[in-house]
């Protein structure tokens, strides 16, 4: 009983900039990791950014630079600053949680957000 939700997403000029937010909620018990992946039309979903329970990060070499995900523990929330925005960097964002959750019954998985369109024209 885990929801994540997205928020953020929209449409943006070239050089702009957006904050992507993922809140989730539930059951949670712990969390090992966030992070972000997107999919653009035709393409396969990609990690975008990821940030561990222990504060490491890593990102798609493509937004290295340009991309700051962070987290807010207290809420269980991750955020991805997106800045000098390109058209490439249009697709759907996904939110993506690795956490183990629930009521007695504990298990480990991976939760997915809906997705926030993010749309990089002129």
């Known amino acids: 009983q885990v929801q994540l939700v997205e928020s953020g997403g929209g449409l943006v000029q070239p050089g702009g900039s957006l904050r992507l937010s993922c809140a989730a909620s539930?059951?949670?018990?712990?969390?090992?990791?966030m992070g972000w992946y997107r999919q653009a039309p035709g393409k396969q979903r990609d990690l975008v950014a990821v940030v561990t329970s222990g504060g490491s990060t890593n990102y798609a070499d493509s937004v290295k630079g340009r991309f700051t995900i962070s987290r807010d523990n207290a809420k269980n929330t991750v955020y991805l600053q997106m800045n000098s925005l390109k058209p490439e960097d249009t697709a759907v964002y996904y939110c993506?949680?690795?956490?183990?959750?629930?009521?007695?019954?504990?298990?480990?998985?991976?939760?997915w957000g809906q997705g926030t369109q993010v749309t990089v024209s002129s």
């Open positions: 993506n949680a690795d956490l183990v959750a629930g009521i007695g019954d504990l298990q480990r998985r991976e939760y």
């Open positions: 539930g059951s949670i018990f712990s969390i090992y990791a």
